[in-house]
């Protein structure tokens, strides 16, 4: 068998957006323990012919100053977003425009999850939700990158998989 292909996949976000939590479903942890992440955490999760090593690095405005630290040969960044912290928007957009501009991100995907859709009830929402997000985030203005949005749930598992459907098809 040739030796897998080796993925860098970075996740942020803004803290309790539920990055660990998401990393903790695709290994088939235990979702419901977990703590926030001091510092970092490197898992590898295996998917059919990758390894997708997945960077979470903790979303405390402390630590963002070092998210930055992470950006090098990074293939796709996984933007994770609280469905719930709407009042939260404006400080996704300012943390999210500094990300955009960094040159050393360049060539690698976006995908934007939002996280939780298990605690809403109307599915019509889900589709506002992410209309605003598109609006709000101006990803329609990117040009650099190649990116989705999905909504998710790190509990259920739901659209987690296609998520990394979707990094793996756009990595080949
Ligand atoms: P992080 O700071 O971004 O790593 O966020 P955590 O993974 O620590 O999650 C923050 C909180 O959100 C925790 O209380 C999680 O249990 C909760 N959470 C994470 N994902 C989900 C989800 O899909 N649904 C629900 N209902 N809660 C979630």
Redesign the pocket.
């Known amino acids: 068998k040739l030796k897998d292909k080796e993925l860098r996949v970075l ?1 942020l ?13 695709l290994l088939g942890q235990d ?2 323990q ?4 001091m510092g970092f955490n490197i898992e590898t999760v295996d998917y059919h012919d990758y390894i997708i090593n997945i960077w ?1 690095v ?3 405005s402390s630590l963002r100053p070092f998210w930055f630290n992470y950006f090098e040969k990074t293939d796709s960044l996984i933007w ?1 977003i ?1 469905s ?1 912290s709407l009042e939260r928007l404006q400080e996704n957009f300012i943390e999210f425009k500094k990300i955009l501009i960094e040159d050393r991100l360049i060539g690698s995907n976006f995908l934007i999850l939002l ?5 809403i009830e109307d599915k019509a929402k889900i589709q506002q939700l992410i209309t605003k997000i598109i609006n709000l985030l101006q990803l329609e203005e990117i040009k650099n990158h190649n990116w989705k949005v999905l909504p ?5 598992g739901e659209n987690l998989h296609n998520g990394i459907d979707w990094i793996v098809d756009e990595y080949k």
């Open positions: 996740m976000g803004l803290d309790n957006s539920g990055k660990t939590t998401i990393v903790k479903s979702v419901k977990v703590s926030p992440t979470d903790g979303g405390q994770v609280d719930l996280n939780k859709i298990d605690l998710v749930s790190a509990f259920t």
